[in-house]
C-alpha cells in the first residue's frame, strides 16, 4: 500500500512524459495557423508560386536547413543532416487552383489570375494545399528542434504543378535524386473531404488512380443542316462515340479492376441549320495499373475509328486521339511501411482516429517519386478535413459535402494542420529514430 502510495506520488511529481511530437506541435499550432491563412489568402496558379516558394523557404532556411531554390520550376529543396542514417523525403505541394472562393472566410482569397488557356479566374487553395505547406513548416520545425532524438537526413521538398500534374517530373528531371540526397523513405499527406477531421486514413498498396487526359477531334463533313445527304454529321459520330465508350469499361475491363471513362466536355457546331465539320471530344481516363490503362486507351482509339468507319466517314476523316502530356501515374502506398506508419499512428491517437481506406479514382503525381526508383518506401495519407458538426450533419441527412476543388471548400484547419504535424513528426522521429 505504501508503496503504491509511494510509486504514485512520484509519478505525479515527475514532469509529464515528454512527447516531441505532441507538445511542439501544440506550441507551433498558433503560427502554423496565422502562416495558414497567410497562404489561403495568397494561393498561386501551378508554375506561378514564386511567392509561397520564397514563404517556405525562409521558414526551412530559419530552422536551420540547407535551402536550394528553383528546383524544378518553383521548387524548394531543404536538408538538414543529422549523421549517418536513412534519408528520409517528406513533401509538400504548393499550387493553388482556378477556382472563384466562396467559403465566406474572413481570409477568403481575393486573388485573380489568368490562366494558361487564357481564362481569367479566381485562385483558390481549393485542394488543402495551404493546410498541407502549414504542417510541412511545423514538421521541419519539429524536427530541427529534435535532433538529439534521431540520426540520418531529412528532405524537406516543396513541389510546384501538382494539380498540373507536373511538379514532381519536374523536381525529378531537375536532379532531385542525383543532386540531393536520395531517400530511402518517402511521406506525404493529403487533406481528406470525405473524412471527419483529424482522422487519419491509410490505403496500403494503390491509393489514387493513372489519370490520361484524352482529346478525341471527331471530323466530319460540314453543309447544310437542311441537306444532310451531302454532308457527313460529326455530332451524330461524336453521339455514338460516347454511347460506345460506356461499353468499355462495363463490357471489357474485369469486373475486378477498376477503371473510369468520363467525357468531360464535347464542343461542335455554330448555328441550327449548319452541319459543322469538327467536334471535340475532352476525356478523363483512370485506372491503377499499367495493363489496364493501355486497355482503355487502345480501347477508346478502336470504338472512335470503329463508329467513323460505321458511319462511312473517308480515311482522311478518321478522328485524331491525343493522349495529353499531363498524364499523372497512379500512386502506389508500399505496404509494409503502411502498416508500419498504421500501428505506429494508430498506438498515438487511437483506433478510431486512424482507419483504412479504400483507394479512389482521384490522381496525385506524389507517386512519381516511387516510380523513379521502386526501392523507396513510400506513402501517402489522408488527413480528415470535413469539420465535426459538418460531418454529423451530412450523416443525419445523407446531404452532400463539398469535395476538395469546390469553392465551398473549408476544411476545419486547425485539426488537419495538428494531426497531420504531429502524425508526420511521430512517423519522421520512428523512421530516423536513433
Ligand atoms: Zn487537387
Ligand atoms: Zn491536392
Known sequence: MLRTLLLATALAAAPAAADPAHDLTVAALPALMEQYRDFHAHPELSLHETATAAKLAEAARKAGYEVTEKVGGTGIVAVLRNGPGPVLLI???????????????????????TTAAGLETGVMHACGHDTHMASWIGTLQNMAATRSRWKGTLVMIAQPAEESGLGARMMLEDGLFTRFPRPQFALAFHDSASQPAGQIGVTPGYALANVDSVDLVIKGVGGHGAYPQTTKDPIVLAARIVGALQTLVSREIDPQQSAVVTVGAINGGSKHNIIGSEVTMLLTVRSFTPA?????????????????????????????????????????????????????????????RVVATPPVMGGEDFGRYWLADNAIQSLIFWVGGVPQAKWDAAQASKSGLPSLHSAYWAPDAEKVIATATEAMTAAALDILKR
Open 292 to 352: 489496364i490503362r493501355k486497355q482503355l486507351l487502345d480501347g477508346i482509339a478502336r470504338i472512335a475509328k470503329g463508329e467513323a468507319i460505321a458511319a462511312g466517314m473517308p480515311e482522311d476523316r478518321m478522328p485524331a486521339m491525343t493522349i495529353k502530356d499531363e498524364f499523372t501515374p497512379s500512386t502506389f502506398n508500399t505496404p509494409p511501411l503502411s502498416a508500419r506508419m498504421q500501428a505506429l499512428w494508430s498506438a498515438r491517437f487511437g483506433k478510431d
Open 91 to 113: 513533401r509538400a505541394d504548393m499550387d493553388g487552383l482556378p477556382v472563384i472562393e466562396d467559403t465566406g472566410l474572413p481570409f477568403a482569397s481575393k486573388v485573380r489570375a
